[in-house]
T-cell receptor, first 111, second 113 residues
Framework: QKEVEQDPGPLSVPEGAIVSLNCTYS??????FMWYRQYSRKGPELLMY????GNKEDGRFTAQVDKSSKYISLFIRDSQPSDSATYLC???????????FGRGTSLIVHP | SAVISQKPSRDICQRGTSLTIQCQVD?????MFWYRQQPGQSLTLIAT?????????ESGFVIDKFPISRPNLTFSTLTVSNMSPEDSSIYLC??????????FGPGTRLTVL
């Protein structure tokens, strides 16, 4: 079992839809959780960062962490074609201070 | 966040040759990292570039194949040596910030024929 599991997709949704992207993990020491967005032929950019459990909201984006279930989510409201990208989850904690990344989920928002 | 640039942005190389990738940061940073991103795969950490000492390599990566330099707190290079088609990938440098967030350069897309 990989430390971080993420469905690669692609996930295709119509413009305006609410998108839910998810990752599961196995290492209970993880306490820092990140979401990165990567456009084609670009490097990943940090989108959201959360510590421990709970929710964090930034504009149309909400990151949610459920440590009891070892499950994290990224919600995108009112999705736009410009949100089309690959979204990577990453997490770290304990002795592992360097983030472990998921494979990324490819999101396509069509007009 | 730091602004990170990489050179070259892409290259096509012949088998058996070597390529050196440069990473420049606009501010001094303590931690710099080199990653590989193969199609459909997660980011794989190659090594941590340490200023003033040898790089720290992850399992499966060795200095002879991926020598790294870190002459100061704003610059690092990664060399991919004796390349084979299996080395075709995107190579990314990143800098670490507090709380383990990382910021990435635009990447170098390498194709080995």
């Amino acid at each position: 079992q990989k430390e971080v599991e993420q469905d690669p997709g692609p996930l295709s949704v119509p413009e305006g839809a609410i998108v839910s992207l998810n990752c599961t993990y196995s290492n209970s020491a993880f306490q820092y959780f990140m979401w990165y967005r990567q456009y084609s032929r670009k490097g990943p950019e940090l989108l959201m960062y959360t510590y421990s459990s709970g929710n964090k909201e930034d504009g149309r984006f909400t990151a949610q962490v459920d440590k009891s279930s070892k499950y994290i989510s990224l919600f995108i409201r009112d999705s736009q074609p410009s949100d089309s990208a690959t979204y990577l989850c990453a997490m770290s904690g304990g002795r592992n201070y360097i983030p472990t990344f998921g494979r990324g989920t490819s999101l396509i928002v069509h007009p | 966040s730091a602004v990170i640039s990489q050179k070259p942005s892409r290259d096509i190389c012949q088998r058996g040759t070597s390529l050196t990738i440069q990473c420049q940061v606009d501010s001094q940073v303590t931690m710099m990292f080199w990653y590989r991103q193969q199609p459909g795969q997660s980011l794989t950490l190659i090594a941590t570039a340490n200023q003033g000492s040898e790089a720290t390599y992850e399992s499966g990566f060795v200095i002879d194949k991926f020598p790294i330099s870190r002459p100061n707190l704003t610059f690092s290079t990664l060399t991919v040596s004796n390349m084979s088609p299996e080395d075709s990938s995107i190579y990314l440098c990143s800098v670490g910030q507090v709380h383990n967030e990382q910021f990435f350069g635009p990447g170098t897309r390498l194709t080995v024929l």
